[in-house]
Each structure stands twice: as structure tokens, then as C-alpha cells.
């Protein structure tokens, strides 16, 4: 831990999460690594907050920085399926919040429109549980620290009202994460694919690098495995595990 991280307030909240928060941490998913399954870390600031493809994460103050532990078992479908179904349980906990045209953009960022208001990491420190990490705009301005984000990022403030507390969204979110996480340990992850699947922006068309180059095709959902599913233009369609897909964008549109 690094020395000016002071001791956590800790406090049990809804649907059996124990939650610590932090005035300010390196990154939560670091934090978080060696807690046991349904604890939880939240800090209003992150020092150096990461993002995937090795990218960092601006993490000012007025955003949740979150994660999560959630037992995983040692099947490598369970670890393919989490990050999509976490990505479910983001929007469907931020809709319950009233944020309109959510979506999610593969394979969990959660985007209003096409600008970006949650990421997800999911990190693999223990082989029985994974830390999933989930970072909100909420009243932050990430385009303060990155100009970039201008256009690309969004914040739940550009579009509610009433700007619910950073520990609402936690509880929020931390509830529908361990529903999700109960439905796929007990029916397996098939049983989600339907909601996640409900999250995509239909007829999305996308370019994916993978191992055996570029592919460009209709985004067409997950399967029951949760690979990507893509829509060539003969008709055909290819599946694609995460791990096979280096790169994803969605043409004709803004990325971040
Ligand atoms: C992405 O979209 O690139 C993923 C962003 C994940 C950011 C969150 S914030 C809480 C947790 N701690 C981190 O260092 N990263 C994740």
C-alpha cells in the first residue's frame, strides 16, 4: 500500500457487499486483489488508474472508481463470460438511474449515444476470483486531464437532472453485478446471453484485428459462449473469443 493511503471507512452495504472506500489509491483493482469474493473498493481518487490495452484510466475526483471481487470458477468460459455480463450489470444498474440511450459498445464498454460514461477491467490476481473493475463518469471532467475525451467521454451529469451520490451508483451497480454473477453460477453463462445481448446497438457494422488479420462485418451479438459474433458480407458468420481480437472499433462512428 502505498503511504498516504489511509485506513478504509468499511461498511456493509445491499445484497451482501462489503465495501471499503479510500479518500485515494493507486488503482482499486491493485487494492482490491487479495480481498475475498463480494468485497468491494472505492476510492474518489486514483492515482494511476489503468484501463485495457495497458491504457491509463483519468481518474478525478466526482467519478466511481470501483472494484469488485466475484468468485469466478476455474472453467476459462467463466472467465470469458464475466467481463460481458459485468458490462450488463453496469447499464442495467445505471438505466434503473434513469440514464437514457445506454448501450454497450463490445465488449463491455457502456456508452450513452456514442460517447463512453463506464469502462470495465476485469483483472486475474487469484485463480478462483476476479477483481472487476468499473470506473463511472459521474461529475468528473475527464476532459480537464485528456482533451481527447471531449468528444469521446460522457458523464452521468450531461444527462440526469438530479446527480444520484457516488455510493448510490456503487450500491446500484454492486447489486446487479452479484445477481448476474448468482444466475451465471447457478444456470451457467447462457442463461445471461439474452440480457447482455439486449445492451448492443443493433446492425452495428465493425472492424476487428485478429491473429489472422482484419475482418469487417456486422456486429451480430454474443453466442452462448460469449464469442463475438460477425456478420460477413457473404452472409456467413464468424465467431471470435475475446482473447482472439486485439482491436475492435465500430465504423462510421466516434472511438475512444
Ligand atoms: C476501460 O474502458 O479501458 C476500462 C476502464 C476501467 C477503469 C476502472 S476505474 C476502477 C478500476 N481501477 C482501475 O485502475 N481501473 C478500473
Same mark, same amino acid.
Given at each position: 500500500?502505498? &503511504? #498516504?493511503?489511509? @485506513?478504509?471507512?468499511?461498511?456493509?452495504?445491499?445484497?451482501?457487499?462489503?465495501?471499503?472506500?479510500?479518500? %485515494? $489509491? +493507486?488503482?482499486?483493482?491493485?487494492?482490491?486483489?487479495?480481498?475475498?469474493?463480494?468485497?468491494?473498493?472505492?476510492?474518489?481518487?486514483?492515482?494511476?488508474?489503468?484501463?485495457?490495452?495497458?491504457?491509463?484510466?483519468?481518474?478525478?475526483?466526482?467519478?466511481?472508481?470501483?472494484?469488485?471481487?466475484?468468485?469466478?470458477?476455474?472453467?476459462?468460459?467463466?472467465?470469458?463470460?464475466?467481463?460481458?455480463?459485468?458490462?450488463?450489470?453496469?447499464?442495467?444498474?445505471?438505466?434503473?438511474?434513469?440514464? &437514457? #440511450?445506454?448501450? @454497450?459498445?463490445?465488449?463491455?464498454?457502456?456508452?450513452?449515444?456514442?460517447?463512453?460514461?463506464?469502462?470495465? %477491467? $476485469? +483483472?486475474?490476481?487469484?485463480?478462483?476470483?476476479?477483481?472487476?473493475?468499473?470506473?463511472?463518469?459521474?461529475?468528473?471532467?475527464?476532459?480537464?486531464?485528456?482533451?481527447?475525451?471531449?468528444?469521446?467521454?460522457?458523464?452521468?451529469?450531461?444527462?440526469?437532472?438530479?446527480?444520484?451520490?457516488?455510493?448510490?451508483?456503487?450500491?446500484?451497480?454492486?447489486?446487479?453485478?452479484?445477481?448476474?454473477?448468482?444466475?451465471?453460477?447457478?444456470?451457467?453463462?447462457?442463461?445471461?446471453?439474452?440480457?447482455?445481448? #439486449?445492451?448492443?446497438?443493433?446492425?452495428?457494422?465493425?472492424?476487428?484485428?485478429?491473429?489472422?488479420?482484419?475482418?469487417?462485418?456486422?456486429?451480430?451479438?454474443?453466442?452462448?459462449?460469449?464469442?463475438?459474433?460477425?456478420?460477413?458480407?457473404?452472409?456467413?458468420?464468424?465467431?471470435?473469443?475475446?482473447?482472439?481480437?486485439?482491436?475492435?472499433?465500430?465504423?462510421?462512428?466516434?472511438?475512444?
Amino acid at each position: 500500500m502505498h &503511504p #498516504d493511503q489511509t @485506513l478504509p471507512d468499511t461498511r456493509s452495504i445491499a445484497a451482501g457487499w462489503t465495501l471499503h472506500e479510500y479518500p %485515494l $489509491v +493507486d488503482s482499486t483493482n491493485d487494492t482490491a486483489r487479495d480481498l475475498p469474493a463480494w468485497q468491494a473498493v472505492r476510492a474518489d481518487v486514483q492515482r494511476t488508474g489503468r484501463g485495457r490495452h495497458d491504457r491509463s484510466w483519468v481518474s478525478d475526483k466526482g467519478g466511481l472508481w470501483l472494484s469488485a471481487v466475484v468468485p469466478v470458477g476455474t472453467s476459462e468460459q467463466g472467465w470469458q463470460a464475466l467481463p460481458l455480463a459485468a458490462g450488463c450489470a453496469v447499464c442495467e444498474a445505471l438505466a434503473s438511474l434513469g440514464l &437514457p #440511450d445506454l448501450r @454497450l459498445r463490445w465488449p463491455n464498454d457502456v456508452m450513452v449515444r456514442d460517447r463512453k460514461v463506464a469502462g470495465l %477491467l $476485469v +483483472d486475474q490476481f487469484h485463480p478462483d476470483r476476479a477483481v472487476v473493475g468499473i470506473g463511472v463518469n459521474v461529475t468528473n471532467h475527464p476532459e480537464a486531464s485528456d482533451a481527447t475525451l471531449r468528444s469521446s467521454a460522457t458523464t452521468l451529469s450531461e444527462w440526469l437532472t438530479t446527480t444520484p451520490a457516488l455510493q448510490e451508483v456503487a450500491t446500484r451497480i454492486l447489486e446487479r453485478l452479484r445477481r448476474v454473477a448468482g444466475i451465471m453460477h447457478q444456470d451457467g453463462f447462457a442463461a445471461v446471453v439474452p440480457a447482455v445481448n #439486449d445492451w448492443w446497438r443493433p446492425g452495428v457494422s465493425m472492424e476487428i484485428e485478429t491473429e489472422n488479420g482484419c475482418r469487417r462485418g456486422v456486429f451480430n451479438g454474443i453466442d452462448a459462449k460469449g464469442r463475438l459474433r460477425l456478420l460477413h458480407p457473404d452472409g456467413a458468420i464468424f465467431e471470435w473469443a475475446a482473447h482472439q481480437v486485439f482491436r475492435a472499433r465500430e465504423l462510421n462512428l466516434s472511438n475512444s
